[in-house]
Nanobody, 123 residues
Framework: QVQLVESGGGSVQAGGSLRLSCASS????????MAWFRQAPGKEREGVAG???????TYTDSVKGRFTVSIDHAKNTMYLQMDSLKPEDTALYSC?????????????????WGQGTHVTVSS
């Protein structure tokens, strides 16, 4: 079992920044990638950023150049630095630990999921 707890969400004006954290605990032996997902009201959940344990990363096109995903292995914590935020970034952001290779990290629903943290970007 892996437990994931997100923090760092909040409200910010367009152009601002937030840093989300995802603290993990438990047995991560089967976890091959970790990812951030988001779901806006009335929309499907989408993968935003993923990272493998050797540091390789992947991003959805709409956040490339604005968001940065990283892992601090000493703290068992994944981060999502979000800069130049836009109103369309408003969503519930959740982290996930997936038994999938990085290229498939946004696919399917298996793995472990956190409860999420809300991000609201106002214009």
């Amino acid at each position: 079992q892996v437990q994931l707890v997100e923090s760092g969400g909040g409200s910010v004006q367009a152009g601002g920044s937030l840093r989300l954290s995802c603290a993990s605990s438990g047995n991560t032996y089967a976890v091959a990638c970790m990812a951030w997902f988001r779901q806006a009201p009335g929309k499907e959940r989408e993968g935003v950023a993923g990272i493998s344990f050797n540091g390789d990363t992947t991003y959805t096109d709409s956040v490339k150049g604005r968001f940065t995903v990283s892992i601090d292995h000493a703290k068992n914590t994944m981060y999502l630095q979000m800069d130049s935020l836009k109103p369309e970034d408003t969503a519930l952001y959740s982290c996930a630990a997936r038994p999938r290779r990085l290229g498939d990290c946004f696919s399917g629903t298996n793995g472990y999921w956190g409860q999420g943290t809300h991000v609201t970007v106002s214009s």
